[in-house]
């Protein structure tokens, strides 16, 4: 099918912002569109990082070890390589590529994101992309849960040009994405075609972005080039973007801003110091993620 196009006004560029580039976990590194001095978040989204894509030798692949989170959400999206997961609700399992893990930490949960057994032995391509979304003081509170989508599950539109639009979550092109999301986003992954366009959905009040993973694009007639984060002001309910001379890998997001101060420590994202406080005190009295059933 063909991308969709309309007469709906289209947003325009407000910044073309480069990554900071930062080390997690184990070690690994990634590059961080945001939060950055220049874009502290993107309510509701509080991060963006990229792992790769990098070739690793047997033995170099490393993962984030038990850590806690409180106070959003995390989606965990392979791209490349695996992840292995496991959590303190009891949750756990492998992450393929092309597949996505959409974690509500809410009250609290400790988990991990590994490298399998296998990848770490063999090594080979690794790509993944780990996006932070903020949750509103009154859905803070929720008990952990995990949703899992493999590649089959998450919908995939293609166009006659040779571009394709994959739809995580939200709405695009009339395809809805599989999650249950707790604010309104949406999250699109898409490979442009060089010199192919297409417009995707921003409704109007959402925030919005357009991250060049790899390649170059036209985003509303600014270039973005690999790495950059193109920043859209909201003054339309579209975006244009096309291919750069090589195509273009693109994260699309949209989001209802939250409006509420964010406090962060680390891993916890509350509205206050003192929640904060009570999130630390939680987890080193082992408090965190656990729960009655």
Same mark, same amino acid.
Do not use: C
């Given at each position: 099918?063909?991308?969709?196009?309309?007469? +709906?006004?289209?947003r325009?560029?407000?910044?073309?912002?480069?990554?900071?580039?930062?080390?997690?976990?184990?070690?690994?590194?990634v590059?961080?569109?945001?939060?950055?001095?220049? %874009?502290?978040?993107?309510?509701?989204? %509080?991060?963006?990082?990229?792992?790769?894509?990098?070739? %690793?030798?047997? $033995?170099?692949?490393?993962?984030?070890?038990d850590?806690?989170?409180?106070?959003f959400?995390?989606i965990a999206y392979?791209?490349?390589?695996?992840?292995?997961?496991?959590d &303190?609700? !009891?949750?756990?399992g492998?992450?393929?590529?092309?597949?996505?893990?959409w974690?509500?930490?809410?009250a609290?949960?400790?988990? &991990? *994101?590994?490298?399998?057994?296998? @990848?770490?032995?063999?090594? /080979?391509?690794?790509?993944?992309?780990q996006?932070?979304?903020?949750?509103p003081?009154?859905?803070k509170?929720?008990?952990?849960?995990?949703?899992?989508r493999?590649?089959?599950?998450?919908? #995939?539109?293609?166009?006659? =040009?040779?571009s394709?639009?994959?739809?995580?979550?939200?709405?695009? @092109? /009339?395809?809805? $994405?599989?999650?249950?999301?707790?604010?309104?986003?949406? #999250?699109?992954?898409? /490979?442009l075609?060089? $010199?192919?366009?297409?417009?995707?959905?921003?409704?109007?009040?959402?925030?919005?972005? #357009?991250?060049?993973?790899?390649?170059?694009?036209?985003?509303? /007639?600014?270039?973005?080039?690999?790495?950059?984060? *193109?920043? %859209?002001?909201d003054?339309?309910?579209?975006?244009?973007?096309? =291919? =750069?001379? +090589? =195509?273009?890998?693109l994260?699309?997001?949209?989001?209802?801003?939250i !409006?509420?101060?964010?406090?962060?420590?680390?891993?916890?994202?509350?509205?206050?110091?003192q929640?904060?406080?009570?999130?630390?005190?939680?987890?080193?009295? $082992?408090?965190? !993620?656990?729960?009655?059933?």
């Amino acid at each position: 099918m063909q991308a969709a196009k309309n007469s +709906t006004a289209t947003r325009s560029v407000t910044a073309v912002l480069p990554p900071v580039h930062t080390v997690e976990g184990e070690g690994f590194p990634v590059r961080r569109p945001f939060p950055t001095d220049r %874009l502290p978040l993107l309510d509701p989204f %509080l991060m963006v990082d990229q792992v790769g894509p990098v070739r %690793l030798g047997p $033995g170099e692949a490393k993962g984030a070890p038990d850590h806690p989170h409180r106070g959003f959400e995390t989606i965990a999206y392979v791209l490349a390589g695996d992840l292995e997961y496991a959590d &303190s609700t !009891g949750s756990r399992g492998v992450v393929p590529p092309g597949a996505v893990q959409w974690l509500t930490a809410g009250a609290g949960v400790v988990h &991990s *994101a590994m490298p399998t057994e296998g @990848f770490r032995r063999a090594g /080979g391509l690794q790509h993944n992309l780990q996006i932070w979304v903020n949750l509103p003081a009154a859905r803070k509170g929720l008990r952990p849960r995990t949703q899992n989508r493999g590649p089959a599950d998450i919908p #995939v539109v293609r166009t006659l =040009g040779g571009s394709w639009f994959k739809v995580i979550a939200g709405s695009a @092109f /009339g395809a809805t $994405g599989p999650f249950d999301t707790q604010v309104p986003v949406t #999250v699109v992954h898409a /490979g442009l075609a060089p $010199g192919e366009s297409a417009e995707l959905p921003a409704p109007a009040g959402h925030n919005a972005a #357009v991250y060049v993973l790899t390649g170059s694009a036209s985003v509303a /007639g600014r270039v973005a080039e690999d790495g950059e984060l *193109a920043v %859209l002001g909201d003054d339309g309910t579209t975006v244009r973007v096309a =291919g =750069g001379p +090589t =195509g273009a890998d693109l994260l699309f997001l949209t989001g209802e801003p939250i !409006g509420e101060p964010v406090v962060r420590s680390g891993p916890f994202v509350m509205n206050t110091p003192q929640q904060i406080a009570r999130a630390h005190a939680d987890h080193a009295a $082992g408090r965190l !993620g656990r729960y009655a059933d």
